[in-house]
């Protein structure tokens, strides 16, 4: 069984290191529960829920974005997976 759910991006933090180049972002989310939404099935009984995810690759840096919308999909994996 697997779960899509459906995130808002909150905030984008980045830090940077001694010469000021950006170093990471840490990536904050947050569930979408309107109920007309995708999420309506199961924000009904799990009204809230946020991810946040440290990016340390450069070329990621500036993709996302505070204001759009993703999917995170969650997926059973084994632990080797």
Same mark, same amino acid.
């Given at each position: ?8 991006? @909150? $905030?984008?933090?980045?830090? =940077?290191?001694?010469n #000021?180049? *950006? $170093?990471?972002? @840490? *990536?904050? !989310? %947050? =569930?979408? /529960?309107? @109920?007309?939404?995708?999420? =309506? +099935?199961?924000s009904?009984? /799990?009204?809230? #829920? /946020?991810? $946040?995810? /440290? ?5 990621? &840096? #500036? +993709?996302? !974005?505070?204001? %759009? &919308? ?7 994996? @084994?632990?080797? #997976?």
């Open positions: 069984m697997s779960l899509r759910l459906k995130m808002s991006v @909150t $905030s984008v933090h980045r830090s =940077a290191d001694s #000021g180049d *950006i $170093s990471s972002e @840490t *990536i904050n !989310l %947050q =569930a979408v /529960t309107a @109920t007309n939404t995708e999420n =309506a +099935k199961w009904k009984w /799990t009204p809230s #829920g /946020t991810l $946040s995810f /440290t990016v340390n690759n450069p070329d990621a &840096f #500036g +993709k996302v !974005l505070p204001g %759009q &919308f993703y999917y995170v999909d969650l997926v059973p994996s @084994t632990k080797e #997976g």
